[in-house]
């Protein structure tokens, strides 16, 4: 009895370290001169990747790779309707220029992935913010993204005051409409967008063509072809 009790053991604490393996151990370097940066959406083959698991981690690495963490992400949780939840990094460096990469440990995999993405290092520059995050993803977005014919939008700057830009990539489909509508989703301008390539740029100022007056808020644009759609949020400061 005693011998099957033992062995019982064994194999639970076995087990129970298999499901709970160690996270990487990932320390931020220390005695650095400079700083940036950087608010992130992080997205592991597509899906949104998140903090809400407080094991889940995030980190930015210099060129020395996992011996040279940077930063730790922090995540902050959604705050709707301004914004989703994005990652926080304050990065730290000792030059003024160099390439910055991340890597992500996903706890329910109990694995780690490298980003496709990185940044270059400047000192006191921000990079994205809460309202569009720089976006870090996992899988190349070319190879998916084309087979997928999803739509990929950057807009820029956002907050914006004048004018915003939505760069576009896009395959198969023709942009059949683009949309803003306000917070209480009034449709504020419909944009005549023409004849797009596969990879296009949109711009927009707002102005007495808005179909209702515009004023400092937060705003949602919509973009459709006839098989896919894509929506976001930008903010308007006056």
């Not at 005693?2 to 393996?21: C, E, M, N, P, Q």
């Not at 914004?83 to 440990?105: C, P, Q, R």
């Not at 993405?117 to 990079?127: A, C, K, R, W």
Request: aromatic share 16%.
């Amino acid at each position: 009895m005693k011998r099957f009790v033992l062995l019982f053991l064994i194999l639970l604490f076995g087990t129970t370290a298999l499901l709970y393996s160690e996270p990487p151990d990932w320390v931020p370097i220390s005695g650095t001169q400079y700083s940036m940066v950087v608010f992130a959406d992080i997205f592991l083959e597509y899906n949104p990747f998140t903090g809400t698991d407080t094991c889940n981690i995030a980190a930015a690495f210099g060129p020395g790779g996992e011996n040279d963490c940077r930063s730790l992400g922090g995540w902050q949780p959604d705050y709707p309707p301004y914004w989703d939840g994005y990652w926080y990094f304050t990065i730290v460096s000792n030059s003024t220029s160099e390439s910055i990469s991340f890597k992500i440990y996903d706890a329910l995999s109990d694995s780690v992935y490298a980003c496709i993405q990185s940044v270059n290092f400047e000192d006191g520059t921000t990079i994205g913010n809460p309202y569009s995050p720089f976006e870090l993803t996992t899988h190349p977005v070319s190879a998916d993204f084309h087979n997928n014919g999803q739509i990929h939008v950057l807009a820029y700057p956002n907050p914006f005051d004048q004018s915003i830009v939505f760069d576009l990539s896009f395959v198969k489909d023709k942009i059949i409409s683009f949309t803003i509508y306000n917070i209480k989703g009034e449709i504020v301008n419909q944009l005549d967008v023409g004849n797009l390539s596969s990879m296009d740029a949109i711009d927009w100022t707002p102005d007495n063509s808005n179909k209702i007056p515009i004023s400092t808020g937060l705003y949602f644009y919509k973009i459709e072809t006839s098989n896919n759609t894509s929506t976001g949020k930008i903010v308007f400061l006056r």
